[in-house]
């Protein structure tokens, strides 16, 4: 293998950049050629293939976003999309990708490596923290410290006014911001979307609540069944009817994604950035480079799609726990 090409897909996290420049340094140390794609599988199709220099990477690890734009590609999900992409990396020689993102770029990605073969190794690049085969994924812990210190402000003016914020954090599948924040920030109450939290459940806890507690927050993630933090404000509200009580909403939305990342990405995003390529060269393929227990482990494409990254038992009764 001589050419290879990394590219950046799906929401962009914080830490992309230090992966990025991981396998582009990577891969010059091991004397290979590097080429990156903007704006991910789109880019794959248009051809935005260009050679990388080790100085191409300098400056950015501590950069958010991705130097190399992401994107949804919906073209990419046909087969004369995908088609077109190989023609664009065979016309440039590319005979590896290292594919940095979530479950929808490795399930690309899959599909790719069926159809046409070409190496391809994932690096875990989503805030989402959704990602079996990982402890971790990049962008997960900046995410989690960007909530947490718009939560902490929140804090400051529920506790004046003595009122009950409802804060809706990202994650439309996945519970793991909001379990941390849920955490981190000293919630009264955490809804997301693996625990089956009913209305009736968040009324029963905030009149249950000691009468020394005068203001709440309750974290809602976006993709909870009961709907967003507005509609589960609006529903707890109406069984408060004859109460004393202030309601508010935020929406803590996209602020989550960006942001200088924190050391904890940086480091992981460089890990499986070099893991990536290094694997590539052994052999690897069709898989993500990700990090258990502290160690670098390839785990094949099929698994981090298809097997699900319970939440962590203890963190739910911890979060209950210590909300009393
Ligand atoms: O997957 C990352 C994520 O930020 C999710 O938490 C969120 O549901 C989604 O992306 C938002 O996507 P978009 O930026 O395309 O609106």
Do not use: W
């Not at 300098?58 to 004369?80: H, Y």
């Amino acid at each position: 293998m001589k050419k290879i090409a990394v590219f950046t897909s799906g929401g962009d996290s914080p830490g992309m950049n230090a992966c990025i420049r991981a396998v582009v340094r990577t891969g010059i140390y091991h004397g290979l050629d590097v080429y990156s794609i903007m704006y991910g599988y789109d880019g794959m199709i248009r051809g935005e293939i260009k050679k990388m220099q080790a100085h191409s990477v300098s400056n950015i690890l501590q950069r958010g976003g991705t130097i190399l734009k992401s994107a949804r590609s919906e073209n990419f999900l046909t087969k004369e999309g995908r088609k077109k992409a190989y023609d664009q990396l065979v016309n440039h020689g590319i005979e590896g990708l290292v594919a940095i993102g979530g479950d929808g770029t490795f399930t690309g990605a899959k599909v790719f490596f069926e159809e046409y073969g070409i190496p391809t190794v994932g690096c875990p690049g989503t805030i989402d923290n959704d990602i079996f085969g990982t402890d971790f994924t990049i962008g997960f812990d900046t995410a989690v410290n960007t909530a947490l210190e718009a939560i902490d402000k929140i804090r400051d003016t529920a506790a004046a006014h003595d009122r009950i914020f409802f804060i809706e954090v990202m994650g439309r599948d996945s519970g793991y911001i909001g379990i941390e924040c849920g955490i981190g920030g000293g919630a009264e109450l955490v809804m997301v979307p693996e625990t089956k939290t009913k209305i009736h459940d968040v009324v029963r806890s905030l009149k249950g609540l000691r009468k020394s507690k005068t203001s709440s927050i309750i974290i809602v993630a976006e993709g909870d069944e009961e709907g967003g933090a507005s509609e589960v404000m609006e529903k707890v509200k109406a069984q408060f009817k004859n109460e004393d009580k202030e309601f508010k909403v935020t929406t803590l939305g996209h602020i989550q994604r960006g942001g200088s990342p924190t050391a904890k990405d940086r480091i992981l995003g460089s890990r499986t950035g070099m893991a990536a390529v290094e694997g590539l060269l052994k052999g690897e393929s069709n898989c993500m480079a990700g990090v258990i227990h502290d160690r670098v482990v390839y785990t094949s494409f099929e698994d981090c799609i298809s097997k699900e990254k319970p939440l962590k038992e203890d963190y739910l009764r911890l979060q209950e726990i210590l909300s009393i």
